[in-house]
């Protein structure tokens, strides 16, 4: 029933719409150790992970942006209520490429709702932009210059040798 323009201009349509809902609910991950594997895996996926003492490691698999914001940080938190015994939840900042002020304003938002929980936050492996971005909001200045690490590994050998203070 539609030309050809109109079925094309359709079906673009149709697929930006999908690719803004599957961006908006990005995969997740929560993150531990394998036996016999290096790095951190979605303990999900890995029968026997082990998640790291007193540690939520976090994967949100997608820049963090006005529209999926709300959703990561409904995520965060039910991860850290679902995580009573953590004193520190690290966020992998490797998958979160952009940032604008929305997220920026978002990360603050949870990092102060977790520190009402008894809970820190860090980010480990965050992208040169993003962090740019954190640097420019002053997110960066809340959260502190010591809640960036390059990688992921840093942010966890680092917390797991802090001493207790919970």
Do not use: C, W
């Amino acid at each position: 029933t539609l030309g050809a323009l109109q079925g094309i201009g359709l079906a673009i349509g149709l697929a930006m719409l999908v690719l803004l809902i599957r961006s908006s609910r990005p995969g997740e991950a929560v993150l531990g150790r394998v036996e016999g594997l290096q790095g951190f895996h979605d303990v999900a996926l890995h029968e026997g992970a082990s998640l790291v003492p007193g540690l939520v490691l976090y994967r949100f698999s997608a820049s963090v942006i006005f529209y999926n914001a709300p959703y990561f940080k409904r995520r965060v938190l039910a991860i850290a209520h679902a995580n009573p015994s953590a004193r520190m939840l690290i966020i992998d900042g490797a998958p979160i490429l952009h940032l604008d002020s929305t997220g920026a304003d978002t990360i603050v938002e949870v990092k102060n709702e977790l520190a009402a929980l008894g809970i820190g936050l860090v980010f480990g492996g965050v992208a040169p932009q993003a962090r740019r971005m954190l640097e420019r909001s002053g997110a960066l200045t809340v959260l502190g210059e010591d809640a960036i690490f390059p990688t992921l590994r840093l942010a966890v050998a680092a917390h797991e040798s802090a001493p207790a203070t919970r």
